[in-house]
C-alpha cells in the first residue's frame, strides 16, 4: 500500500468511526448535553407523574404528547457518557465507565418503557398510563441507584 492509500484509508476509518462524540466541543459540554436531556425529560415525565397521581387534572393529549417527549428524550444522554467527561461530574459514579455495559443495559431498559409509556398514553387510558409510569419510574430509580450519586 503506498503512503497516499494509507493515509485515504486511514482519513475514511476515522471519519466512518467518528466516535458518537465527535460533535461535543469538549467533555463539559458532553455533560451538558446528558444533564440537559435529563433535566428536559424529568419536566414533561414528572407531568405526567402529576396527572398519573391526580396531583394535576388528566389531560389524555398533553400526556401523550408529554410521553413522546419523554421517549424520544430517552433515547440521547448516553452518548454523552463519552470517556473522557468521567469525572466531570460529581452526579455520575465512576462505576458507569466501570461498566458501561451494564449501565447500557440499565440505559435500554428505561427506553424500553418509555417507549412502552408512549404507546399507553396514545389510548388516553388513565389506568393504562399510570401503569405504564410506574414501570417507567422504576427503570429510572435502578439505574439511579446504581449509578447516581
Ligand atoms: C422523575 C424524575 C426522576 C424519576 C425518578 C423515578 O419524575 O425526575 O428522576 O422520576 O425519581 O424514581
Not at 16 to 29: V, Y
Request: net charge positive; glycine share 6%.
Amino acid at each position: 500500500m503506498t503512503i497516499q492509500r494509507a493515509l485515504i484509508t486511514l482519513a475514511v476509518a476515522t471519519t466512518l468511526a467518528a466516535p458518537a462524540f465527535a460533535q461535543f466541543k469538549n467533555d463539559e459540554h458532553a455533560v451538558k448535553y446528558r444533564q440537559g436531556a435529563f433535566t428536559t425529560m424529568a419536566v414533561h415525565f414528572g407531568r405526567i407523574g402529576a396527572m398519573a397521581n391526580g396531583k394535576i387534572k388528566f389531560d389524555a393529549p398533553t400526556a401523550k404528547r408529554d410521553a413522546e417527549v419523554v421517549a424520544v428524550l430517552s433515547t440521547l444522554p448516553w452518548m454523552g457518557f463519552t470517556e473522557g467527561s468521567e469525572g466531570k461530574s460529581d452526579k455520575a459514579k465512576p462505576e458507569i465507565w466501570m461498566e458501561m455495559d451494564k449501565f447500557k443495559a440499565k440505559a435500554q431498559a428505561m427506553q424500553d418503557k418509555a417507549a412502552a409509556l408512549s404507546v399507553a398514553a396514545q389510548t388516553g387510558d388513565l389506568d393504562r398510563i399510570k401503569s405504564a409510569f410506574g414501570a417507567t419510574a422504576q427503570s429510572c430509580k435502578a439505574c439511579h441507584d446504581a449509578y447516581k450519586n
